[in-house]
T-cell receptor, first 111, second 113 residues
Framework: LAKTTQPISMDSYEGQEVNITCSHN???????ITWYQQFPSQGPRFIIQ???TKVTNEVASLFIPADRKSSTLSLPRVSLSDTAVYYC????????????FGTGTRLQVFP | SAVISQKPSRDICQRGTSLTIQCQVD?????MFWYRQQPGQSLTLIAT?????????ESGFVIDKFPISRPNLTFSTLTVSNMSPEDSSIYLC??????????FGPGTRLTVL
């Protein structure tokens, strides 16, 4: 399972776009990249998953360069409620394999 | 999707005792996972529990300390045995239902005095 590296923390203000980059130099051919969000006193919640290029859903966008050694989670126009810890994970196809969590990025959004 | 409930939501226990945490899923699932999250830390996988087979433990976790049951496709238990203050953590169970996401329970906050 590929190891991931993320910034420990980030600060932002409401209305700004936030980009969190994750490094995964040893990603395997079959690995997908998945991001989870965790609020205090709750379990992690799936945000988005991708394999290559760009994926967008109603919550976020995920940018993956051609070499797939990194990925960037983009949160458009954050609000106070986006304050949470964001985890980047890589794993086998369709997440049928166990998930290994890295340190995560603690995002603090200020008014 | 999957809705996962855990019991108890929190507990305060004395050292040397044991606590069994229950995890209930609202649909039949093959794989269930147990994680530990210590205060301010990331999640650490304890074990994978598949119905009909013994749990597979990660490095640093042993069956005598964290026995797991998986009696059917919707339920699992994790027991924290002979507890010490170092076992104070949030314990979470999770499962995979669809092809691309894992669902987590709300966690059980354990404090050992």
């Amino acid at each position: 399972l590929a190891k991931t590296t993320q910034p420990i923390s980030m600060d932002s203000y409401e209305g700004q776009e936030v980009n969190i980059t994750c490094s995964h130099n040893n990603i395997a051919t079959n690995d997908y990249i998945t991001w989870y969000q965790q609020f205090p006193s709750q379990g992690p919640r799936f945000i988005i998953q991708g394999y290559k290029t760009k994926v967008t859903n109603e919550v976020a966008s995920l940018f993956i360069p051609a070499d797939r050694k990194s990925s960037t989670l983009s949160l458009p126009r954050v609000s106070l409620s986006d304050t949470a810890v964001y985890y980047c994970l890589v794993g086998g196809p369709y997440n049928t394999d166990k998930l290994i969590f890295g340190t995560g990025t603690r995002l603090q959004v200020f008014p | 999707s999957a809705v996962i409930s855990q019991k108890p939501s929190r507990d305060i226990c004395q050292r040397g005792t044991s606590l069994t945490i229950q995890c209930q899923v609202d649909s039949q699932v093959t794989m269930m996972f147990w994680y530990r999250q210590q205060p301010g830390q990331s999640l650490t996988l304890i074990a994978t529990a598949n119905q009909g087979s013994e749990a597979t433990y990660e490095s640093g976790f042993v069956i005598d300390k964290f026995p797991i049951s998986r009696p059917n496709l919707t339920f699992s238990t994790l027991t924290v045995s002979n507890m010490s203050p170092e076992d104070s953590s949030i314990y979470l169970c999770s499962t995979i239902v669809l092809t691309n996401e894992q669902f987590f329970g709300p966690g059980t906050r354990l404090t050992v005095l």
